[in-house]
């Protein structure tokens, strides 16, 4: 049975967010050999993307990110949520599901100087590293407790613009998000995944569906990668068995080789005073109880006071 056309994609307006839904029309086009018109563009400017003054976890926490779209989706207006999962939150709104991950894309970190990229034992002492990220502050102090952390949010040609005119000395983007953009700091050397653990989600992009809508279910299956669902699905329940979100610095990476799924996980407090990483490993099939297992003993290993920070959380 053919598919009812169209069936419209909701994202947020970002240069890089209109480059991920560029990436699953050109997908859906070609497995259905359609047309654009058949799956058009719906930029929307999420809550999250006007708040530029202030740190997410001041303001709700990263389903700023996702509401509108979300919405969009619940009152019929899209079909297709085209989401970064590192945004998503780990619960859905009612009556919607997550039906497909694209192939992920290199999920590190790289950190941008104005004279190019560099590691954190390279900056100088009392360098202002500009981040709004939980994680990336207390991965960097934990390292380096000399550095100044300044609040810097906006797109990618913000933050860049704020490097080069030297309001901060270094700032962490997403490797991901600047291939992706087409940018030759996607060429730079990223940063170790030792020091640099990324977030949950980090490069890759989940489509999201009313969970009654049939022809979305089968358009956005042809896009499905199962290794990144997999991964993705062992670290979503890595943050749920932490009730993470944007006030609990967590990061989590899971790869499938073969039929086997690994899975590195860590908890921070914010000021990198203490981290505590674990890892687990085990068939693909058992992605979410691993994810979760990893969660429940780094949260055994905090002990009270991982405790306290995901409280206040």
């Known amino acids: 049975m053919p598919l009812r056309f169209p069936l419209s994609l909701a994202t947020r307006k970002s240069p890089l967010a209109l480059a991920q839904a560029h990436l699953v029309q050109d997908g859906l086009v070609s497995a259905f050999g359609a047309t654009a018109d058949d799956f058009p563009i719906h930029a929307l400017v999420s809550t999250g993307d006007k708040l530029t003054d202030r740190k997410l976890i001041d303001a709700g926490g990263k389903g700023l990110f996702t509401k509108e779209i979300d919405d969009a989706l619940l009152t019929g207006a899209a079909a297709i949520a085209v ?9 859905l709104p009612a009556g919607l599901v997550l039906a497909a991950i694209l192939e992920r894309e290199d999920p590190r970190d790289v950190l941008l100087t104005a004279h190019g990229s ?12 500009g981040t709004a990220s939980l994680r990336r502050q207390a991965q960097a102090l934990a390292l380096r407790p000399d550095l100044e952390i300044v609040t810097l949010r906006g797109n990618v040609d913000t933050r860049l613009g704020k490097l080069r005119s030297g309001e901060v000395h270094a700032t962490f983007l997403a490797l991901a ?10 060429t730079f050397p990223p940063c170790d995944m030792d020091t640099m653990l990324p977030a949950a989600g980090q490069a890759a992009i989940g489509l999201v569906i009313r969970a009654d809508d049939a022809d979305a279910a089968r358009a956005v299956l042809t896009l499905n990668h199962l290794p990144s669902a997999f991964a993705i699905t062992a670290e979503r329940a890595f943050l749920a068995a932490l009730d993470g979100s944007c006030r609990t610095p967590l990061a989590t990476h899971a790869t499938l080789d073969g039929d086997t799924l690994s899975i590195r996980g860590e908890a921070l407090l914010p000021d990198g005073s203490a981290r505590w990483q674990a890892q687990r490993s085990g068939t693909f099939a058992d992605a979410e109880a691993l994810g979760r297992d ?4 780094i949260k055994r290993a905090g002990g009270a006071r991982l405790a306290k920070v995901i409280e206040a959380s």
Do not use: F, I, N, Y
């Open 83 to 91: 989401h970064s999962m590192k945004d998503v939150p780990t619960q």
């Open 118 to 129: 560099a590691q954190l034992a390279d900056l100088p002492r009392g360098a202002r590293l």
């Open 177 to 186: 998000g600047l291939k992706r953009l087409g940018r030759e700091q996607g």
């Open 294 to 297: 990893l969660g429940e003993a």
